[in-house]
């Protein structure tokens, strides 16, 4: 989705090339040390995100006393005596680990699913209503985007043999610490890779074109595109964090998407249809194929007046519809909005008025891709007869791409680099920049914070956040925090929400459409079968209501999920089984990280950890030494040492009762629940319990302890060994210790 953007478009020449080009300036992907993609140049909070606080309510925990500061919080004493049984303590346990399992599994994999519900096989609900062999099908399957607020939107089209896949992005919206986002897991394609033709992209942000890197390698075909569109696809290449496997070739096909012309991809056509949104290059994708015509109108709105003039080509979506369409594939993100969105031209005055009468400094925070908007301010400020400085890693580099490819005009000498904006006239600059969402290190949440490298803002300056939170996102408390730290510096902050109270003009128009467009689509396109994409499924269902309402039987629409196949013949469609599907998440480097991973964080983040390390004497079955105990994330041990204390004694007793009775891993189980219980009886939690039993080998009686180990020409005593065993997890505990401060 991206609520943000808008559109662009200049005519390029007439495309030529029907070949995939990988030789044709597409960066070849091979050169590695490349910098770790971020989103809008920042980690994420991790942790604290929405979502993550109300987990705790579901533990059935009874216990009082989980507020904040260490102290006191799990005293003995509130909870003293043996009044929880063992049973009580293991559920809980269990129950943090569900919950941890519940956060991690909304984004799990397709392996973790099929382990989830039993089977997993492909196909598994595979409902044979449609005769297959009779009839060739159309499969429709959207590997992501049909959930959520429309995220890593991937949707492919299969044909007897050959495939297509329209769109291929990745989620933001993940908050699962450590994971920078998910991509959708594409384990179907393992069985279908020789089918695969093409990829076809409307538009150029990132959850439409993220997950490329991670999957074009894995499953290599030419990616299609516009001229915006491929550049970004580049641009995303090119600063992806990973080297690319050894052979792999990016290839690139550029299509005009303003001379209607027709790729044969298999047995498919492509065609681009000009769309506007709020990213230049944004496209409808026409897939003609051998049982119909399927139109993917990508994200868009109808935008009657764009700043870059480029309209969308309503012509030829009409005459699409009069030729005749199988099935409209229609973006949903923003359903739910009644009437018509504002042109993009709306705002423009605002900005020259803003400009205009700001007393200082003006810096204005947008989205990194919305170049139309990038354009349009930069417009207000040469009007004015300042300068413009440009921060944001992300921005910067959409913007030279851009330019280079001719979508911006910008005046020789328009633009400064921002390390000079601290020694011009404050009248003199407007800087441009990414942050708009309060995005952790973006450029603006850096002036906010006072820790940028350049910009220490003042009281005169202005700051202008031209955009609304990224709905769902939870981006508010995050520009809610950058704001009050503006706002304390004294600088005039201008948000679009604000701006009646203000008194000054919009300052944001959202890149999607409102209910009237989204039925005007259907109007113009008028198709016999009715697919809302891209949206949460009751934000979908509420699209379908409005086709019914444009006089499609409700029979020939399907709300589909994640992974469900939509069989289509010329007079039919229905859904016909599931492949596997689900969402791989990917860390700040760039690199997988597998879900179990992310549930062991999930938990220690919850809970915390507790190690016990035990030197026992094999023969004796004494210990040799005090218990060590480790935590992190748990309780404060020092203002603890009652707790503490009473563990040890457990240990101990625990060693002596069992340790001798049973195998080594049957005793550290046995530890682990009974540790488990302990604390949980004394603090009402349940950390990872981490038991790590040291055996040494003791000797053949007459109480002399026999030699386990060799060295210089001297056989170790068992007690030697436990000192020296001793030693080394005392270093290896001032190692943990030094590496965190807070040394609970
Ligand atoms: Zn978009």
């Given at each position: 989705?991206?609520?943000?953007?808008?559109?662009?478009?200049?005519?390029?020449?007439?495309?030529?090339?029907?070949?995939?080009?990988?030789?044709?300036?597409?960066?070849?992907?091979n050169?590695g040390?490349?910098?770790?993609?971020?989103?809008?140049?920042g980690?994420?909070?991790?942790?604290?995100?929405?979502?993550r606080a109300?987990?705790?309510?579901?533990?059935?925990?009874?216990?009082g006393?989980?507020?904040?500061?260490?102290?006191?919080q799990?005293?003995?004493?509130?909870n003293?005596?043996?009044s929880?049984?063992?049973?009580?303590a293991?559920?809980a346990?269990?129950q943090?680990?569900?919950?941890?399992?519940?956060?991690?599994?909304?984004?799990?994999?397709?392996g973790?699913?099929?382990?989830?519900?039993g089977?997993?096989a492909?196909e598994k609900?595979?409902?044979?209503?449609?005769d297959?062999?009779?009839?060739?099908?159309?499969?429709?399957?959207?590997?992501?985007?049909?959930?959520?607020?429309?995220?890593?939107?991937?949707?492919?089209v299969?044909?007897?043999?050959?495939?297509?896949?329209?769109?291929?992005?990745?989620?933001?919206?993940?908050d699962?610490?450590?994971?920078?986002y998910?991509?959708?897991?594409m384990?179907y394609l393992?069985?279908?890779?020789?089918?695969?033709?093409a990829?076809?992209?409307?538009?150029?942000?990132?959850?439409?074109?993220?997950?490329?890197?991670?999957?074009?390698?894995?499953?290599?075909?030419?990616?299609?595109?516009?001229?915006?569109?491929?550049?970004?696809?580049?641009?995303?290449?090119?600063?992806?964090g990973?080297?690319?496997?050894?052979?792999?070739?990016?290839?690139?096909?550029?299509?005009?998407?303003?001379?209607?012309?027709?790729?044969?991809?298999?047995?498919?056509?492509?065609?681009?249809?000009?769309?506007?949104?709020?990213?230049?290059?944004?496209?409808?994708?026409v897939?003609?194929?051998p049982?119909?015509?399927?139109i993917?109108?990508?994200?868009?709105?109808?935008?009657?007046?764009?700043?870059?003039?480029?309209?969308?080509?309503?012509?030829?979506?009409?005459?699409?519809?009069?030729?005749?369409?199988?099935?409209?594939?229609?973006?949903?993100?923003?359903?739910?909005?009644?009437?018509?969105?504002?042109s993009?031209?709306?705002?423009?005055?605002s900005?020259?008025?803003?400009?205009?009468?700001?007393?200082?400094?003006?810096?204005?925070?947008?989205?990194?891709?919305n170049?139309?908007?990038?354009?349009?301010?930069?417009n207000?400020?040469?009007?004015?007869g300042?300068k413009?400085?440009?921060?944001g890693?992300?921005?910067?580099?959409t913007?030279?791409?851009?330019?280079?490819?001719?979508f911006m005009?910008?005046?020789?000498?328009?633009?400064?680099?921002?390390a000079n904006?601290?020694?011009?006239?404050?009248?003199?600059?407007?800087?441009?920049?990414?942050?708009?969402?309060?995005?952790?290190?973006?450029?603006?949440?850096?002036?906010?914070s006072?820790?940028?490298?350049?910009?220490k803002?003042?009281?005169?300056?202005?700051?202008?956040?031209?955009?609304?939170?990224i709905?769902?996102?939870g981006?508010?408390?995050?520009i809610?925090?950058?704001?009050?730290?503006l706002?304390?510096?004294?600088?005039?902050?201008?948000?679009?929400?604000?701006h009646?109270?203000?008194g000054?003009?919009?300052?944001?128009?959202s890149?999607?459409?409102s209910?009237?467009?989204?039925?005007?689509?259907?109007?113009?396109t008028?198709?016999k079968?009715?697919?809302p994409i891209?949206?949460?499924?009751?934000?979908?269902?509420r699209?379908?209501?409005?086709?019914?309402?444009?006089?499609i039987?409700?029979?020939h629409?399907i709300?589909?999920?994640n992974?469900?196949?939509?069989?289509?013949?010329?007079d039919?469609?229905?859904?016909?089984g599931?492949v596997?599907?689900?969402?791989?998440?990917?860390?700040?480097t760039?690199?997988?990280?597998?879900?179990?991973?992310?549930?062991?964080?999930v938990?220690?983040?919850?809970e915390?950890l507790?190690?016990?390390?035990l030197?026992?004497?094999?023969?004796?079955?004494?210990?040799?030494t005090?218990?060590d105990?480790?935590?992190?994330?748990?309780?404060?041990m020092r203002?603890?040492?009652?707790?503490?204390?009473?563990?040890?004694?457990?240990?101990?007793r625990?060693?002596?009762?069992?340790?001798?009775?049973?195998?080594?891993?049957?005793?550290?189980?046995?530890?682990?629940d009974?540790?488990?219980?302990y604390?949980?009886?004394?603090?009402?939690r349940?950390?990872i319990?981490?038991?790590?039993?040291?055996?040494?080998?003791g000797?053949?009686?007459?109480g002399?302890?026999?030699?386990?180990?060799?060295?210089g020409?001297?056989?170790k005593?068992g007690?030697e060994l436990?000192?020296?065993?001793?030693?080394?997890?005392q270093e290896?505990r001032?190692?943990?210790?030094t590496?965190?401060?807070?040394?609970?």
């Open positions: 989705m991206n609520p943000e953007e808008n559109t662009n478009n200049t005519s390029p020449a007439p495309a030529q090339r029907r070949e995939p080009n990988g030789a044709n300036g597409a960066p070849n992907s050169e040390a490349r910098k770790p993609q971020s989103r809008n140049g980690g994420r909070p991790q942790g604290g995100g929405r979502g109300g987990n705790n309510g579901g533990n059935g925990r009874s216990g006393g989980r507020s904040g500061s260490g102290a006191g799990a005293g003995s004493g509130a003293g005596g043996r929880v049984s063992r049973g009580q293991i559920r346990q269990k943090s680990l569900m919950d941890a399992q519940r956060i991690v599994s909304q984004y799990a994999d397709a973790a699913r099929a382990g989830n519900n089977g997993g492909p609900r595979r409902a044979n209503q449609l297959f062999d009779a009839e060739p099908q159309l499969r429709i399957i959207g590997l992501g985007g049909m959930d959520g607020g429309g995220s890593k939107n991937t949707i492919l299969e044909y007897k043999d050959d495939a297509v896949i329209m769109d291929c992005g990745n989620d933001l919206g993940v699962l610490p450590g994971i920078n998910g991509i959708a897991d384990t393992d069985s279908i890779k020789h089918k695969l033709r990829y076809v992209i409307t538009h150029g942000h990132l959850d439409h074109i993220g997950g490329l890197p991670h999957i074009v390698p894995r499953y290599p075909a030419p990616i299609y595109g516009s001229k915006f569109t491929i550049g970004r696809v580049e641009e995303i290449f090119n600063n992806f990973l080297p690319m496997p050894d052979g792999f070739e990016l290839k690139t096909v550029t299509m005009n998407e303003d001379t209607h012309e027709r790729l044969k991809v298999g047995p498919f056509f492509v065609e681009l249809v000009r769309i506007t949104h709020s990213i230049p290059g944004s496209t409808c994708i897939l003609d194929t049982v119909g015509r399927l993917n109108t990508g994200d868009f709105r109808f935008d009657p007046n764009p700043l870059d003039h480029e309209r969308s080509d309503y012509e030829r979506l009409k005459q699409l519809g009069d030729e005749g369409v199988l099935a409209l594939l229609s973006e949903s993100t923003t359903v739910e909005r009644m009437g018509r969105t504002p993009e031209s709306t705002i423009e005055q900005f020259v008025d803003l400009i205009e009468h700001a007393p200082g400094r003006i810096f204005v925070g947008l989205f990194s891709t170049m139309n908007r990038v354009q349009m301010i930069v207000a400020a040469v009007h004015n300042r413009v400085a440009m921060d890693r992300s921005m910067v580099s913007l030279e791409m851009a330019v280079r490819h001719g005009k910008i005046p020789k000498g328009t633009f400064v680099p921002i904006v601290p020694n011009m006239k404050d009248q003199d600059v407007v800087v441009v920049c990414t942050g708009s969402q309060g995005e952790p290190s973006s450029a603006l949440q850096r002036m906010s006072g820790d940028h490298k350049y910009i803002l003042k009281a005169q300056d202005t700051v202008v956040l031209s955009s609304t939170p709905p769902e996102s981006n508010d408390s995050l809610g925090m950058m704001v009050d730290g706002t304390r510096k004294g600088v005039h902050v201008f948000e679009h929400r604000n009646e109270l203000d000054v003009g919009p300052l944001h128009v890149g999607h459409a209910q009237d467009e989204y039925i005007e689509m259907i109007q113009m008028k198709p079968f009715f697919i891209y949206g949460a499924y009751r934000v979908k269902q699209h379908i209501d409005l086709a019914v309402g444009q006089g039987p409700r029979l629409c709300n589909a999920e992974g469900q196949v939509i069989a289509m013949t010329a039919k469609m229905e859904l016909n599931e596997p599907h689900g969402t791989v998440l990917v860390d700040q760039g690199a997988v990280v597998n879900s179990v991973v992310v549930k062991d964080r938990v220690l983040a919850e915390g507790v190690a016990i390390v030197t026992v004497d094999k023969r004796t079955g004494n210990l040799l005090s218990p105990i480790i935590s992190r994330g748990f309780i404060y203002e603890q040492e009652e707790i503490m204390n009473g563990l040890r004694n457990e240990l101990r625990a060693v002596q009762q069992r340790f001798k009775r049973v195998d080594l891993d049957r005793f550290k189980a046995e530890l682990k009974h540790v488990t219980h604390l949980f009886e004394q603090t009402q349940s950390p319990v981490i038991p790590v039993v040291n055996v040494i080998s000797g053949g009686g007459k002399e302890v026999k030699a386990t180990t060799a060295v020409g001297r056989t005593t007690e436990a000192k020296e065993q001793e030693k080394r997890f290896m001032a190692r943990l210790l590496q965190d401060a807070r040394t609970d």
